[in-house]
């Protein structure tokens, strides 16, 4: 193993213990682990994605880049810099249009092929 994988093995292992101490501590009352929790799942998502972004793999990269994009605009909302219904009406509207996109893609294809017909099921 690699010494850049073992420490990011530590940081993960001391990470969800620290977390799971907060979630602990936070049944007896002493601490409000809502708040807490409002920020670090963000940045976990941040530092996650951008753990990824150092892969050779192209779709690691995508993927990190998804993850990070995610944990910030969780993060903006969650010190009230971006209002959750603003992130809905844009995540609506581009899940719209790429599920448009997609299907006018698969419409193309499957008329493209002459078989826009559907087939006979046994």
């Not at 292992?13 to 101490?21: D, F, R």
């Not at 969650?78 to 448009?100: C, E, H, K, Q, Y």
């Amino acid at each position: 193993m690699k010494t850049k994988d073992k420490i990011l093995s530590f940081l993960i292992g001391g990470t969800l213990i620290v977390l799971g101490l907060i979630l602990i501590i936070s049944l007896t009352g002493a601490l409000d682990a809502t708040k807490i929790f409002g920020i670090i799942t963000p940045l976990t998502l941040i530092i996650g994605g951008l753990a990824s972004l150092n892969s050779t793999q192209n779709f690691r990269t995508k993927l990190g880049i998804g993850i990070v994009l995610i944990g910030l605009i969780s993060l903006l909302v969650a010190i009230n810099i971006v209002r959750i219904n603003t992130v809905s009406i844009f995540a609506g509207t581009i899940f719209l249009i790429i599920g448009s996109i997609v299907l006018y893609d698969t419409y193309k294809q499957l008329s493209s092929s002459g078989s826009t017909t559907t087939e006979k099921e046994d």
